[in-house]
């Protein structure tokens, strides 16, 4: 459990910070006495959206620009104790129809944000935000931070890439860096207009609109669901932690379900909606990673965290969160 005050006046920076992560981690730190500053650089399509800070937009800092834009970055990362580093794209399928806009997304305006710390605050605490992407169909299972990288789309690729340079930079001039390799979140605050992004989160959107959501083959694949709070409370732990400094962990949820079960209970969350079985696209087969169980001991070890929110719980919030407020949405 984290500290009661240990946030408290801590002077914070979070990247990507109106999108989904980013604004849910933003309310409860300012809950905890921290003083945050969202920098967004309101990519079209990505989850940027200022209802998502709507409770709190009088007492945080938001900062519109792209993490490469040195001018505006540099003096704002000086005296960030801590920087939560969540601002990239998560598209699979676009990476690998447009490697060029993953790599001038995703991989060059991480090097610049590195620089910028480089040169104006060399020592800050830095919470990565990877991917479980990044062991694409994994080598051993279950999924440890042993497993090796074997990443099945660019984007995971990019995201590898920009977690070594992270590890690498602490080498270069002693950043205190984290990195947690996410699985899949859901919850409030998501982006629902389409499913390039989330596509977990942008079935409760086709079950709440009754609509017929596909499953790919039999939905057998195995797959972890971790809802938004949890996530928050472990980043909130690993800001804390200097255990977790030099360190990259694996998270997972509380329960292992296959995509047709997750199906099965979005369904039941809305009270709508309906599935078929169809064959897999080629694009998605492609990338399909197989089964996705992790083995998250040695973050518990090192935190005490442990998920506490199951599915069915999680899916009800999340349903009841858009019903009220789908037209910032949709």
């Not at 905890?32 to 200022?50: E, P, R, S």
């Not at 499953?215 to 732990?237: A, H, N, P, T």
């Amino acid at each position: 459990m984290t500290s009661e005050n240990f946030y408290a006046g801590k002077k914070i920076l979070i990247t990507g910070g109106l999108g989904f992560i980013g604004s849910t981690l933003a309310i409860r730190l300012l809950e905890l006495g921290a003083q945050v500053t969202l920098l967004d650089g309101l990519i079209a399509d990505l989850g940027a959206n200022y209802f998502n800070i709507k409770s709190i937009k009088d007492r945080v800092e938001v900062v519109e620009a792209g993490l490469g834009d040195r001018p505006l970055v540099d003096p704002l990362v000086k005296g960030r104790e801590l920087v939560f580093n969540i601002g990239m794209h998560s598209c699979h399928l676009k990476s690998m129809t447009d490697p060029l806009f993953d790599l001038q997304t995703n991989v060059l305006p991480q090097i610049q944000f590195l620089e910028s710390l480089r040169f104006h605050n060399p020592q800050a605490r830095v919470i990565y935000i990877g991917t479980r992407a990044q062991f694409g169909q994994a080598l051993t299972i279950p999924i440890t931070e042993n497993t090796p990288p074997n990443p099945k789309d660019i984007y995971a690729a990019s995201k590898q890439a920009v977690e070594w340079y992270h590890l690498l930079y602490q080498k270069i001039c002693g950043l205190e860096v984290t990195s947690l390799r996410l699985g899949n979140t859901y919850g409030p605050r998501h982006q629902m207009r389409h499913a390039q992004y989330g596509v977990q989160n942008f079935l409760i959107r086709q079950a709440l609109e009754d609509q017929e959501i596909k499953i790919f083959g039999d939905g057998s694949q195995k797959r972890e669901m971790i809802y938004i709070d949890d996530i928050v409370s472990c980043l909130l732990l690993l800001g804390e932690k200097t255990q977790c400094v030099d360190q990259v962990y694996c998270v997972g949820s509380a329960e292992s379900i296959t995509f047709l079960e997750l199906v099965e209970a979005i369904i039941r969350a809305c009270g709508s909606g309906r599935y078929v079985h169809v064959p897999w696209p080629e694009d998605r087969k492609s990338i399909e990673v197989g089964d996705v169980v992790t083995d998250f001991s040695k973050l518990t070890a090192h935190t005490g965290w442990k998920p506490t929110t199951l599915l069915a719980e999680g899916l009800l919030k999340t349903a009841d969160f858009y019903r009220k407020n789908r037209q910032y949405y949709w």
